[in-house]
Nanobody, 121 residues
Framework: QVQLVESGGGLVQPGGSLRLSCAAS????????MGWYRQAPGKQRELVAR???????NYADSLKGRFTISRDNAKNTVYLQIDSLKPEDTAVYYC???????????????WGQGTQVTVSS
């Protein structure tokens, strides 16, 4: 019953910016953490950023500085601001969340379907 829906991807030129959004919906009791992963062609899925209540956001060391994660708890939404985009950033970006549903006593990891980010001239 819980779903994650990403949006905001698209085709941008190198040096441009994008803001990705991921909204969680359904029978949600609480969201413990939300994050972003990405998977480029021929590569494994990698962590981009993650944010939890009460702690500072975590970023992949190689990406820290250009990527900013934020969360709107009232909207059950997480954002990923990407600046100074490079062709190497081209990938499918996936939303990830640790969510406890109304019917559950424990939390479950959920994944969105992904949004394509293409950086090219």
């Amino acid at each position: 019953q819980v779903q994650l829906v990403e949006s905001g991807g698209g085709l941008v030129q190198p040096g441009g910016s994008l803001r990705l959004s991921c909204a969680a919906s359904g029978s949600i009791f609480s969201i413990d953490a939300m994050g972003w992963y990405r998977q480029a062609p021929g590569k494994q899925r990698e962590l981009v950023a993650r944010i939890s209540r009460g702690v500072s956001p975590n970023y992949a060391d190689s990406l820290k500085g250009r990527f900013t994660i934020s969360r709107d708890n009232a909207k059950n939404t997480v954002y990923l601001q990407i600046d100074s985009l490079k062709p190497e950033d081209t990938a499918v970006y996936y939303c990830n969340a640790v969510i406890r549903s109304l019917a559950a006593t424990t939390s479950t990891v959920y994944w969105g379907q992904g949004t394509q980010v293409t950086v090219s001239s």
